[in-house]
């Protein structure tokens, strides 16, 4: 079946630091949606793209469809402390979801 | 207020025991989806649905059966649970999917545990 590769699968923040995530598939997407989850919730919608070559913020946050549909990173500039958490990628096609497995975002010790 | 809901939010059972988890929303959301979260392994589409009567499987449907008869529900059901049917299970909502796959709202989650 399709497949995503979300990277990196964690990293540590520092505070004010930026932050850029990334997901590559070999499938073509029509949507390209960014989430966050916390422990014990559900994952929460930031950014959705709908188009090639779309650029779209939400606060300290920056995403883009890659031109080719296939890719789609995530920006976040700024790092404050309750960016921790989990953040996925997800590409549409159709009524299907396909979920990356997960960038886990930890405070630097 | 917008939301999804799920019950029960923890179930602990055994194995072959029939049991389903509902789910519930009241935005009038045309399409409704089943997920399961494992870990290393994401979150995997179960099954979907676009519209009333109308369900189509996603990626791991296996063991899993699913009914859409009316708008606001969408309720999971596992005839004859296995252990490896244990995980975090997650149901969404959108406005719409298809082609242009709104955004989706999340439940907060079930815990299953088949023992």
């Known amino acids: 079946g399709q497949q995503l590769n979300q990277s990196p699968q964690s990293m540590f923040i520092q505070e004010g630091e930026d932050v850029s995530m990334n997901c590559t598939s070999s499938s073509i997407f029509n949507t390209w949606l960014w989430y966050k989850q916390d422990p014990g919730e559900g994952p929460v919608l930031l950014i959705a793209l709908y188009k090639a070559g779309e650029l779209t913020s939400n606060g300290r946050l920056t995403a883009q469809f890659g031109i080719t549909r296939k890719d789609s990173f995530l920006n976040i500039s700024a790092s404050i402390p309750s960016d921790v958490g989990i953040y996925f990628c997800?590409?549409?096609?159709?009524?299907?979801?396909?979920f990356g497995k997960g960038t886990k975002l930890s405070v630097k010790p | 207020e917008a939301q999804v809901t799920q019950n029960p939010r923890y179930l602990i059972t055994v194995t072959g025991k029939k049991l389903t988890v509902t789910c519930s929303q009241n935005m009038n959301h045309e399409y409704m989806s089943w997920y399961r979260q494992d870990p290393g392994l994401g979150l995997r589409q179960i099954y979907y649905s676009m519209n009333v009567e109308v369900t189509d499987k996603g990626d791991v449907p296996e063991g899993y059966k699913v009914s859409r008869k009316e708008k606001r529900n969408f309720p999971l059901i596992l005839e004859s649970p296995s252990p490896n049917q244990t995980s975090l299970y997650f149901c969404a909502s959108a406005l719409m999917g298809g082609l242009s796959n709104q955004p989706q709202h999340f439940g907060d989650g079930t815990r299953l545990s088949i023992l």
């Open positions: 997800a590409g549409g096609s159709q009524g299907n979801l396909i």
